[in-house]
């Protein structure tokens, strides 16, 4: 059973960088066919898809958010991590990492969640 952990500031100031760590357990996040994904959701609101990264580094984004997000990877550690710059409190909501086995959009395996502040 693949488990998922975010880890990161819980508070930013506006203007800069959010960066989140997504620590995987139970499997590789270099299997094959494997999507890992962050997700938000706004205080109010639906979720919102960030972006994924391929089990091959194959990075894929939304395009609302495309211009300030940046999702890499450390395999010998087996973590993923999501950057999005330029935050503003728009950009405050609990965020998600979560695991797609086939690339089929269903996430199967979902991380806690961590809330995410944006505020002076």
């Known amino acids: 059973q693949v488990q998922l952990q975010e880890s990161g500031p819980g508070l930013v100031k506006p203007s800069q960088t959010l960066s989140l760590t997504c620590t995987v357990s139970g499997g590789s996040i270099t299997t094959k066919s494997y999507y890992w994904n962050w997700i938000r959701q706004p205080p109010g609101k639906g979720l919102e898809w960030i972006g994924r990264i391929r089990y091959d580094g194959n990075t894929y984004y939304n395009p609302s958010l495309k211009s300030r997000t940046s999702i890499s990877r450390d395999t010998s550690r087996n973590q993923f991590t999501l950057q999005l710059s330029s935050v503003t409190p728009e950009d405050t909501a609990v965020y998600y990492c979560?695991?797609?086995?086939?690339?089929?959009?269903?996430?199967?395996?979902w991380g806690q969640g961590t809330q995410v502040t944006v505020s002076s």
């Open positions: 979560a695991g797609d086995s086939r690339g089929s959009w269903y996430f199967g395996s």
